[in-house]
């Protein structure tokens, strides 16, 4: 990186951070303090002596279904945009492993040298290693799995 590079990313690049980690926390904050006061009014609600069985029974359940939804481990929560992450990395991993053999059989048909297929080749292999992935790692995740379950000796 030469100097304006530092620069650059000093001036531009950290405040971006900061501002994005502050505006990430800000909303974290509001949506804990926004669910705090809705577990409150709900908690004030079953507590009302008026109030009957029924109605306290429908609380009850909207109070476990809030816990249920909240208590998701992250992956429950990501599921959806993992599944769309997954989607698009195949997608980009096929483009770059199609257009990389692409651009190196043709760089070879015309004789180009060697030097200018090399991007080629990167892109082939980066492809590759991204069409491959997803793949791999469900296979992984599922010998995971299964060794889990399995009884112990």
């Known amino acids: 990186m030469n100097s304006r590079e530092i620069l650059f990313t000093l001036l531009f690049g950290v405040p971006l951070v900061v501002l994005f980690v502050s505006w990430m926390w800000k909303a974290g904050k509001n949506e804990h303090e926004l669910r705090v006061a809705r577990l ?9 002596p008026a109030l009957d ?4 029974l429908d609380l009850t359940r909207l109070l476990a279904e ?4 909240e208590n998701r481990t992250v992956g429950e929560r990501l599921g959806r945009w993992v599944q ?13 492993l199609i257009g990389g053999i692409g651009f190196w059989i ?5 004789g180009m040298p060697s030097r200018s297929t090399e991007p080629a080749v990167a ?3 980066v492809g590759a290693a991204l069409v491959t992935l ?13 060794n889990a379950t399995a009884p112990q000796p």
Do not use: C, D, K
Not at 40 to 48: I, S, T
Not at 53 to 56: A, L
């Open 40 to 48: 409150q009014a709900l908690q004030e609600a079953l507590r009302h």
């Open 53 to 56: 069985e029924q109605t306290r």
């Open 66 to 69: 809030n816990y249920r939804r």
């Open 84 to 96: 769309v992450g997954q989607v698009l990395l195949m997608a980009i991993g096929w483009l770059l």
């Open 106 to 110: 043709a760089g070879e048909a015309f």
């Open 123 to 125: 892109s082939t292999i």
């Open 134 to 146: 997803p793949l791999a790692m469900r296979e992984l995740l599922g010998r995971r799995g299964r």
